[in-house]
């Protein structure tokens, strides 16, 4: 399956500002787990990875915390979107 990661804010110029990821069922923890050893992100998740207080993670255009939050299962085709709250305008 195929999901799609985009960085927006300062966070797009640490790595490509869009990633696709083919792979295997995956949940939002799983991604947040692979993410950093991947693309080298720092400072976005603590070392537990759980979601910074200045991170906002959308798929496709929803908040997670309004779905099942890390266990979120993603499905092919799916967008995962991390915003840093002091994204800009």
Excluded: R, Y
């Amino acid at each position: 399956m195929s999901i799609n990661v985009v960085f927006i804010g300062w966070l797009e110029h640490l790595t490509a500002p869009v990633i696709n990821f083919e792979t295997q069922s995956l949940t939002i923890d799983e991604l947040l787990h692979s993410l950093p050893n991947l693309m080298g992100i720092t400072g976005v998740f603590d070392n537990k990875i759980t979601l910074a207080s200045s991170t906002i993670i959308l798929v496709n255009d929803c908040d997670i915390t309004l779905l099942n939050g890390f266990q979120t299962k993603l499905m092919n085709g799916d967008t995962v979107t991390i915003v840093p709250i002091s994204h800009g305008g």
